[in-house]
T-cell receptor
Framework: KNQVEQSPQSLIILEGKNCTLQ??????????LRWYKQDTGRGPVSLTI?????NTKSNGRYTATLDADTKQSSLHITASQLSDSASYIC????????FGAGTRLTVKP | NAGVTQTPKFQVLKTGQSMTLQCAQD?????MSWYRQDPGMGLRLIHY???????DQGEVPNGYNVSRSTTEDFPLRLLSAAPSQTSVYFC???????????????FGAGTRLSVL
């Protein structure tokens, strides 16, 4: 069983709408949690990094939250754009980096 | 800034052939690593290096070799390609420090490999 579970696997939304992606993890000990954006045919690009003491981190229209007690994180995308279409990967770092399988987001006009 | 550069972008091999995937970074990062990405799975670590002359195995090292003769380059060698090695391969680099501190990891664009 993967130590980092992401949901949903895929999501389709209309341009301009908001959405929230979920990440649950069992990694222990915990150092930090990262969200990456991966465009089709490209490598992942870092969006946010949060340590256990940080509850929220923003990067433009992207806002990540972290609840280290329940071991849950979410990535909220506001006012989606067509360019937000990508896979979003949650990565949890303890002794090692553990990658989620990603959520595939499609933004339609 | 070139960042992390991988070549080739695409490759088709026959079972049993060998090849080398190239990776170079120009950020003077100590830590470099290779991952494979398969559908429905998270990235899995193949091999990594914390500096020139130092390499170690990740989660899925079988069938792959690496070397790190310089800080900039970290090639991945497939010794005898198998269909199970059909995947997308990513090279990554970051500064080394702490317990996987908060150093941002930079990824290359990937090499898409098919083994027939």
């Amino acid at each position: 069983k993967n130590q980092v579970e992401q949901s949903p696997q895929s999501l389709i939304i209309l341009e301009g709408k908001n959405c929230t992606l979920q990440c649950n993890y069992t990694v222990s000990p915990f150092s930090n949690l990262r969200w990456y954006k991966q465009d089709t045919g490209r490598g992942p690009v870092s969006l946010t990094i949060m340590t256990f003491s940080e509850n929220t981190k923003s990067n433009g229209r992207y806002t990540a939250t972290l609840d280290a007690d329940t071991k849950q994180s979410s990535l909220h995308i506001t006012a989606s754009q067509l360019s937000d279409s990508a896979s979003y990967i949650c990565v949890v770092i303890g002794y090692k980096m553990r990658f989620g399988a990603g959520t595939r987001l499609t933004v339609k006009p | 800034n070139a960042g992390v550069t991988q070549t080739p972008k695409f490759q088709v091999l026959k079972t049993g052939q060998s090849m080398t995937l190239q990776c170079a970074q120009d950020m003077n990062h100590e830590y470099m690593s290779w991952y494979r990405q398969d559908p429905g799975m998270g990235l899995r670590l193949i091999h990594y290096s914390v500096g020139a002359g130092i390499t170690d195995q990740g989660e899925v090292p079988n069938g792959y070799n690496v070397s790190r003769s310089t800080t900039e380059d970290f090639p991945l060698r497939l010794l005898s390609a198998a269909p199970s090695q059909t995947s997308v391969y990513f090279c990554a680099s970051r500064r080394q420090g702490g317990l996987l501190g908060k150093n941002i990891q930079y990824f290359g664009a990937g090499t898409r490999l098919s083994v027939l």
